[in-house]
């Protein structure tokens, strides 16, 4: 029998991937947040317009909802650069 083996990244070294997924589950996390509010959120354009994608942010940073408030400014952060996920996978 062959023992196959995972090569796993060194702690820190995760890489574009894990960014990826991280900004993934904050899109998807605002997409419902958004929704819960009673607002509608086109994903892919919100991904790829920034014009959109700014509007939308600049509504979730005005709503009364704290978790909606908070993964707003933890997207627009991390569009502008200036954040990385410090959450777990």
Not at 17 to 39: E, I, N, P
Not at 42 to 58: E, G, I, S
């Amino acid at each position: 029998m062959q023992e196959q083996t995972v090569q796993e990244p060194a702690p820190g070294d995760e890489g574009p991937a894990v960014d990826a997924r991280a900004s993934l589950l904050a899109d998807v996390d605002f997409k419902w947040l958004m929704s819960g509010q009673g607002w509608w959120v086109d994903t892919a354009r919100f991904q790829n317009d920034p014009v959109y994608a700014a509007a939308l942010l600049k509504l979730a940073l005005a709503s009364q909802s704290f978790a909606l408030r908070e993964c707003a400014a933890l997207i627009q952060a991390r569009r502008s650069g200036s954040a990385k996920c410090d959450a777990a996978p």
